[in-house]
């Protein structure tokens, strides 16, 4: 895990190993709000050591959105209100024990009966700074946050370097609800230098700028019903199709399978974002309905896992778990 860097007058981030995910830190009148803290217990509680250096106390917690990985909490940030929008608290707090429990598979050392204790923001956004931006992509109610004072965009799960745009396989329209929140997200983003997302690096200067052309494109292929061309989905697919990791124990090397539920974390090493990438394009193709290249096809058809076909259930690898482990 990085270091809590300032990237911003009063916002500070720092990256996860797992899937390059960013808490962030924002400074306030009086305290510290913390946005999508996570992942690993370890780094949750590195945070909090980091936090006490700073001097504040935190006041409040925001989750961009109801996905178990921006849902987290540590004893050590205090009991404080933690918000997510009404939608999206809704959503979390049906989804709890699911959420958990994916928690539980892909990290460690989290504690799990703090994670979705979150409650409605209040219309008038509370103590969380900033404008919200709401929209329905990637995920029910989810938020972006634009710190218009400090020239900070707070993007949740869009606008990365390393995710493809990942659709909600739950909600209908979602081409749609992509091409409305990218709109929003560039006119928030003509007040901004600096745009942190969920996941990935910070965008900084043209880059902001290239990471929205990188969403509009992507979608704007899908909706084409072309193959879209994208550098993230490049990579992403080369490391898709790798043969399956190989153990060495007392038996001698051997592949790792289906069988070995609980014994390979889905998320917990970085070629996991190229998986998640590479079969949420493959989900996203088949949900829109066009026909796919070879490659595509081969990713569908092939676990990078497990090498069976086909075992692409967009929404377990979007967070993280291998549908081939749900069926063992
Ligand atoms: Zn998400
Ligand atoms: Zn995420």
Same mark, same amino acid.
């Given at each position: 895990m990085g270091e809590l860097r300032?990237? !911003?007058?009063g916002v500070r981030v720092r990256q996860s190993d797992w899937v390059w995910s960013n808490s962030i830190v924002v400074r306030v009148e009086d305290g510290l709000v913390l946005i999508d803290p996570g992942i690993d217990g370890s780094e949750l509680s590195r945070l909090a050591d980091d936090v006490d250096q700073l001097g504040l106390p935190v006041i409040c917690g925001f989750a961009t959105h109801p996905h178990w990985d921006h849902l987290l909490w540590h004893p050590r940030f205090g009991d404080v209100p933690r918000y997510a929008t009404p939608a999206a608290a809704h959503l979390a707090t049906l989804a709890r024990e699911r959420a958990r429990a994916m928690a539980a598979e892909s990290a460690s050392g989290i504690p799990l009966d703090l994670i979705a204790q979150v409650t409605p923001l209040m219309a008038d956004g509370g103590r969380v700074p900033g404008e919200l931006i709401e929209h329905q992509a990637h995920a029910v109610g989810h938020a972006a946050v634009l710190l218009a004072d400090r020239g900070v965009l707070l993007a949740g799960d869009m606008l990365s370097d390393v995710l493809i745009p990942l659709l909600d396989v739950r909600q209908n329209g979602q081409l749609e609800a992509y091409e409305a929140a990218l709109d929003r997200l560039g006119e928030a983003a003509q007040h901004v230098d600096v745009v942190v997302p969920g996941h990935g690096a910070v965008a900084e200067g043209a880059e902001v700028a290239a990471r929205l052309a990188a969403d509009r494109a992507y979608i704007d292929a899908l909706r084409r019903g072309e193959e879209p061309v994208d550098a993230r989905l490049g990579a992403a697919c080369g490391l898709a199709l790798r043969p399956p990791p190989v153990e060495r124990g007392a038996g001698g090397p051997r592949a790792v399978g289906a069988g070995d539920r609980g014994r390979v974390r889905c998320g917990a090493v970085r070629p996991c974002a190229a998986r998640r990438t590479a079969y949420a394009h493959a989900a996203n193709g088949r949900r829109q309905g066009h026909a796919g290249s070879r490659r595509r096809a081969e990713v569908a058809a092939r676990c990078?896992? $497990?090498?069976? !076909?086909? $075992?692409?259930l967009a929404a377990a690898v979007t967070f993280g778990r291998h549908p081939a482990y749900e069926r063992t």
């Open positions: 300032q990237v !911003a007058d990078p896992i $497990c090498l069976r !076909a086909p $075992c692409v």
